[in-house]
């Protein structure tokens, strides 16, 4: 999804392919005629009034405040005493999608619409459906307003599920903010990678919610469902242009499986009745909202480009960096050593470490001339376990090594950036390469490596890399991870997802590497140490501003486990 | 620090912030007028009705730092000035007085300095900057926020009858 380059569709196009939705959205599932024959009055607490009049199970009548009625096609589905029912408002970029509790009468509107930038000018795809959400109740007659509403809520947040839809999409979604989610299309993108979405969390009940993500960034579709934990049921709708172009407008009924429910970290007595956002602005605009668009802020440099930047300035290790305020001693270890790290794909360097940050290097066999120096870092995560990385000055891709050597079992495993990728010169590309160490008293393994694992996958966990920043790692899929930034009470913030590796270094002692993928194109690397809850680690990047090769160390806390795997497993047949 | 822009809210922020006050005392010292009031009980009302206003002032200043800047310039006498002594760093984002207020007036009641104890909470920004740091400003966080005690020293002055603030200095306790 990432690399899909989804069409700038203009208004007119979107008007033209919202055509066909004037008569209701698709379904797989029969349409509920709950509402057949029925008329109500929606009173929203800002808005104008809904009068709808439903004439069938596909056809209605909307009159909005004053305005004269209108006809269009609906399409509605149930769970249990709940209501959820969606429209487009003719000739229009507008519609709705309404939940109503036929027991207290309360009611949750989104109205829904394309071609938002006029409105907000942090909109600048108008295939991105917008949204507003207001709460109110349906009118009864000769009875008083009701006081309750539904609302936004974090009783949600944490949770994950497993779902399939009754057209047979099946995708694993986790709830790890209060706004903002991860997806994970298992049947649409198989399951390689979880994506996130700036989403909604509405609490109906203890045991119902509403839960709505738009993947803005991406193709701007808008993804609305009602949901019951306890049955892992949901009744939605999905409204959108694919990858195509083509609308995607159809209610779904889906059928899951509870995966997990993760740690919050709110205070307690905190149900997530706001979103504290401290000072940040967000535009008066309606549906305006907090929105993580990080290409605008990185926008794209070519490799020219980046070949200038970080011809004018290289920072390596600096000494401040707010990733590595609670990184651990540099460890002397390797300071005065000779060895030769011989990988599998061929390559074997060979190395002198003549001080704790000073290191030369140099392809085997190669002669006394070939010596590079750089600087280094190295950390001793457990005993004998040393992470350390380093530049390759001179190489052509601004190549740099984030290398694990366990000097215990002559082991090692390196992680080969590169800057640059067919996407965006300044985005780091990154290979595993397993290997062993040579070096006086060892004798290297002829067979045993590291191995890749996904015995992170599904986990959760905190890192506190300086006072006041902190963030979540979630190893979404066996080949990505997800990072929550938390907002000023805890609770899970904005969200970016990236591709990632996990190899298994000893028993809770694990390397990763996450791309921060059309996004600000670093590469993280860490050593995640479940012991002593704590990592060490490189980041690389390039940007206007160079090449940046810093280290990384943050404190951990377990934040919980979605059990995941089986939806990755693929069988033989 | 003295400011003349308090349009934005960001800009704004980065000077101070809002707070509830506390019911305070009138401690104000005896204070004599340019044309002192031949009637002590006339002189003493004048001198309770300057304290009350500018009480008053530094209520609304601990009140609109954060909020509404237009009736915060409105307390001041010319540009906002409001000197932290932070650098350029952090910045005070909320108060909240501790304590009662001391007051003193001149004796030709032109100029007074109230002296109000309490609690400022201050955000350092995390830096340098880097990725995080960026998602978590978009969000807006990415600070490391501390509250210390201190006292805020609001000097006034009196203009055509109306007390205004014209310099508030926030003192950090020793």
């Known amino acids: ?573 | 620090m003295s400011r003349t822009d308090a349009t934005t809210r960001r800009s704004f922020m980065r000077t101070a912030g809002a707070a509830m006050s506390a019911p305070l005392a009138v401690a104000a010292p005896a204070a004599a007028s340019a044309a002192p009031p031949v009637d002590p009980l006339a002189a003493r009302l004048s001198r309770l009705e300057d304290g009350e206003a500018i009480r008053s002032l530094w209520q609304g200043f601990v009140r609109h730092l954060s909020g509404d800047a237009r009736a915060l310039a409105a307390l001041f006498d010319g540009d906002i000035d409001v000197r932290a002594g932070l650098g350029d760093g952090p910045s005070l984002t909320a108060i909240q007085a501790i304590g009662e207020d001391v007051i003193e007036i001149s004796p030709d009641r032109r100029t007074a300095v109230a002296r109000v104890p309490c609690t400022v909470m201050i955000e350092t920004p995390i830096g340098p900057s880097c990725p995080l740091v960026e998602m978590a400003r978009a969000q807006g966080g990415g600070v490391l926020a501390r509250s210390e005690a201190g006292t805020f020293e609001h000097a006034c002055v009196r203009r055509d009858g109306v007390w205004r603030i014209r310099r508030a200095t926030y003192h950090p306790a020793p």
């Not at chain 1, 024959?37 to 809904?50: C, E, F, H, Q, T």
């Not at chain 1, 108008?126 to 949204?131: G, T």
């Not at chain 1, 049921?233 to 993760?262: A, K, N």
């Not at chain 1, 366990?406 to 590169?418: E, G, K, P, Q, S």
Request: hydrophobic letters at 40%; aromatic letters at 10%.
């Open chain 1, 1 to 573: 999804m990432h690399r899909i380059r989804y069409t700038k569709l203009t208004p007119e196009q979107i008007a033209g392919k919202l055509a066909s939705a004037a008569t209701g959205p698709a379904s797989a599932s029969p349409l509920s005629d709950v509402l057949a024959g029925r008329s109500m009055r929606i009173v929203l607490d800002d808005g104008p009034a809904l009068s709808y009049t439903f004439s069938g199970s596909n056809r209605l009548s909307l009159a909005e405040g004053d305005a004269a009625a209108v006809q269009a096609g609906y399409g509605a589905l149930t769970l249990d005493r709940l209501i959820l029912f969606s429209h487009m408002v003719p000739r229009t970029q507008r519609g709705y999608t309404v939940v109503l509790d036929q027991d207290t009468n309360l009611v949750t509107v989104l109205e829904v619409w394309f071609s938002g930038s006029a409105a907000n000018p942090d909109i600048r795809d108008e295939r991105e459906v917008q949204r507003h959400i207001s709460y109110g109740y349906v009118e009864q007659a000769g009875r008083p307003a009701p006081a309750a509403r539904h609302g936004i809520t974090n009783r949600i947040e944490g949770k994950g599920f497993y779902w399939k839809q009754d057209g047979g999409v099946e995708t694993i979604e986790y709830y790890p903010s209060v706004m903002y989610s991860n997806f994970v299309e298992l049947t649409r993108f198989g399951g390689e990678l979880s994506f996130c979405a700036p989403s909604d969390y509405i609490r109906i009940s203890d045991d119902k919610y509403i839960y709505s993500r738009v993947e803005a960034e991406f193709s701007g579709t808008m993804t609305t469902y009602l949901l019951d934990p306890n049955r892992a049921e949901q009744v939605g709708v999905r409204l959108g242009f694919d990858e195509s172009d083509t609308l995607e407008y159809y209610v779904f009924r889906g059928r899951g499986e509870w995966v997990g429910q993760i740690a919050q970290f709110e205070p307690f007595g905190d149900v997530g009745a706001t979103i504290p956002l401290g000072n940040r602005n967000v535009a008066a605009a309606r549906g305006a909202r907090p929105v993580n668009r990080p290409l605008r802020t990185n926008p794209i440099m070519t490799r020219a480009e980046v070949d200038a930047a970080v011809a004018k300035n290289r920072t390596i290790f600096p000494a401040a960096s707010a990733m590595a305020g609670n990184k651990g001693p540099i460890s002397p270890f390797l300071s005065g050593k000779a060895l030769t790290l011989r990988y599998d794909n061929g390559m074997a360097i060979d190395y002198r470490f003549d001080d704790v940050q000073t290191l030369r290097w140099r392809r085997e066999g190669a002669g006394d001339a070939a010596w590079r120096q750089e600087r280094y870092e190295s950390w001793e995560s457990a005993p004998g376990v040393i992470m350390f990385g380093h530049l390759l000055s001179g190489a052509a891709d601004h190549d740099a090594f984030s290398i694990v050597v366990d000097v215990d079992h002559a082991l090692a495993t390196c992680l080969h950036a590169t800057m640059g990728t067919p996407y965006a010169g300044n985005e780091a590309a990154v290979k595993t390469v397993f290997g062993v160490v040579e070096m006086q008293g060892s004798t290297p393994p002829k067979y045993r490596r590291h191995q890749f694992t996904d015995e992170l996958v599904g986990r959760a966990v905190t890192w506190n890399y300086s006072p006041g920043l902190t963030s979540m790692h979630l190893y979404s899929t066996p080949h990505s991870l997800s990072w929550i930034i938390f907002l000023g009470n805890s609770a899970g913030g904005m969200e970016w997802s990236g591709p990632a590796a996990y190899v298994k270094i000893r028993d809770e002692l694990y390397l990763a590497y996450w791309l921060e993928e059309a996004c600000n194109g670093v590469l993280g690397t860490i050593l995640v140490n479940l012991r002593t809850m704590r990592n060490c680690g490189v980041d690389y990047a390039a940007g206007p501003k160079g090449l940046r090769l810093s280290p990384v160390g943050a404190h951990a806390r377990h934040a919980g486990r979605f059990d995941v795997m089986k939806y990755f497993t693929r069988n033989a047949e």
